[in-house]
T-cell receptor, first 113, second 112 residues
């Protein structure tokens, strides 16, 4: 019964294709996180926002990953050119504040073939 | 150092026993320590959390023991039930950083 809504639940992309995932945070939660969980269950922090501003992000020097949280629209995470290694569960979470409980959505499972 | 180390990687206990999962951290600025559990095919869900003002937090069968000096904390699951079988993750964060750093996970199996 997650109150963080992620879509789509599953997406299958060919290598080189764009993959876009969306997240609606829980009402009243201004802080949004994106994590990647790989097949070994390891969590990799990608980026977080407070309202529309980026708080922290990993070094996305490959520039294949981009994310935004526009006002009055769902947050999104996009992979510009999918690679096989991007296959993972992408988890969105929201929180009332930094340093507080994260509430996760059900995730978007990306399979890159 | 931002790492959170978790052990064991997997744990099997009999129904009714106490399961003990362990974590350690290095960053002394961490001030929030939650435990999440994750069932297959589902997303992580908060189980219980503690802040360093306390060295123990209980919620039903679940207890966190926290040792600030040694930078360790553990989750004790009393009277383990088969329905507790899941992967458990410890994590840590601080207010300024915001992001949760997760441990590697412990796959817990409860034998009936």
């Amino acid at each position: 019964n997650s109150k963080v809504i992620q879509t789509p639940r599953y997406l299958v992309k060919g290598q080189g294709q764009k993959a876009k995932m969306r997240c609606i945070p829980e009402k009243g939660h201004p802080v949004v996180f994106w994590y990647q969980q790989n097949k070994n269950n390891e969590f990799k922090f990608l980026i977080n926002f407070q309202n529309q501003e980026v708080l922290q992000q990993i070094d996305m020097t490959e520039k294949r990953f981009s994310a935004e949280c526009p006002s009055n629209s769902p947050c999104s995470l996009e992979i510009q050119s999918s690679e096989a290694g991007d296959s993972a569960l992408y988890l969105c979470a929201s929180s009332r504040d930094t340093g507080n409980t994260l509430y996760f959505g059900e995730g978007s499972r990306l399979i890159v073939v | 150092q931002q790492q959170v180390r978790q052990s064991p990687q997997s744990l099997t206990v009999w129904e009714g026993e106490t399961a003990i999962l362990n974590c350690s951290y290095e960053d002394s600025t961490f001030d929030y320590f939650p435990w999440y559990h994750q069932f297959p095919g589902e997303s992580p869900a908060l189980l219980i959390a503690i802040r360093p003002v306390s060295n123990k937090k209980e919620d039903g069968r679940f207890t966190i023991f926290f040792n600030k000096r040694e930078k360790k904390f553990s989750l004790h699951i009393a009277d383990s039930q088969p329905g507790d079988s899941a992967t458990y993750f410890c994590a840590a964060s601080n207010y300024n950083q915001g992001k949760l750093i997760f441990g590697q996970g412990t796959k817990l199996s409860i034998k009936p």
